[in-house]
């Protein structure tokens, strides 16, 4: 195996499957209760569900902080690192890297890159950088492969109910689609000029949301195009189930993981949510 020549880090925007290279260094973010804070990797999502159904303050989340980072760039072990970050459009985070990056002193080279989105889909990212990486392949090649993923993954998710994201502050454009509607389940996106979440679609009823998430990736690749699949649950593994069978009747799954939402997505969008990120074939540098 060749040495890399970089080694990659990420923050806690990042939802990992351990069928994916994704075991790399992470820059955590936090969640506040009341005057109690929990770094994400330090909270489970058990815990995190049992203090929203019995915490009476509303949770806030944080960005990790530059020394956050630090600790990400020196973990990597190498002199140069490529940061993966969540969409800034959604977060701090890059800020925060992008301020760490002189504090991590002359002999680390750290190079950072705005995923534009989160979670899923993040994943598919830092697993393009960390397979060029393992690959001995040069940082450039890690950034086109990166880019190739971005340009073809989409994701998609559905919520049972948007509170959390309504107290959160980032309801936005989601609530303005939807206008008075809130009883409403919108299925939502990461839009790729902004980086900020957008509604592309709406239900009646949760299990109506998850079936139009499998429709939205139907009409956005067409039926019978092979899909890599990154699914997500909340509190109910099952509902992930129930998306992968619904896309899986409509389309070759060619591979697939899940993954439980991390503690501080979990926040923003409650305990019930489950999502996709989506991408045709086999991976760019595989075909």
Do not use: C
Request: proline content about 6%.
């Amino acid at each position: 195996m060749s040495t890399p020549a970089f080694g990659v880090v990420t923050d806690g925007g990042l939802d990992a499957y351990a069928g994916l290279r994704n075991d790399v260094p992470v820059a955590p973010f936090s969640v506040t209760f009341g005057n109690t804070s929990y770094r994400t990797n330090e909270l489970s999502r058990e815990a995190l569900f049992r203090e929203l159904a019995s915490n009476p303050a509303h949770p806030t989340s944080s960005q990790p902080t530059p020394q956050d980072w630090v600790d990400a760039y020196r973990g990597a072990g190498t002199p140069a690192v490529l940061a993966v970050t969540i969409s800034a459009g959604l977060s701090g985070s890059r800020n925060a890297a992008e301020q760490a990056r002189t504090m991590a002193g002359a002999g680390v080279n750290v190079h950072i890159h705005d995923s534009r989105t989160l979670s899923a889909a993040q994943a598919f990212q830092v697993h393009a950088a960390a397979t060029a990486a393992e690959r001995g392949e040069p940082l450039e090649t890690a950034l086109a492969w990166m880019a190739a993923v971005e340009r073809e993954t989409e994701l998609y998710f559905t919520i049972e109910t948007l509170e959390y994201l309504r107290r959160g502050g980032r309801i936005g454009r989601v609530q303005a689609t939807l206008g008075g509607l809130l009883d409403l389940k919108p299925v939502v996106t990461v839009d790729k000029a902004t980086g900020a979440y957008t509604n592309v679609g709406r239900a009646r009823s949760y299990r109506g949301g998850i079936a139009a998430v499998a429709d939205r990736v139907t009409r956005t690749f067409g039926e019978g195009t092979p899909l890599r699949l990154g699914l997500l649950h909340g509190s109910e593994p099952a509902d992930a189930d129930t998306l992968l069978g619904l896309i899986a009747a409509r389309h070759p799954v060619v591979w697939s993981g899940v993954a439980g939402v991390n503690p501080v997505l979990n926040v923003h969008t409650g305990p019930r949510a489950v999502g996709v990120a989506a991408a045709p074939g086999h991976w760019p540098w595989d075909r």
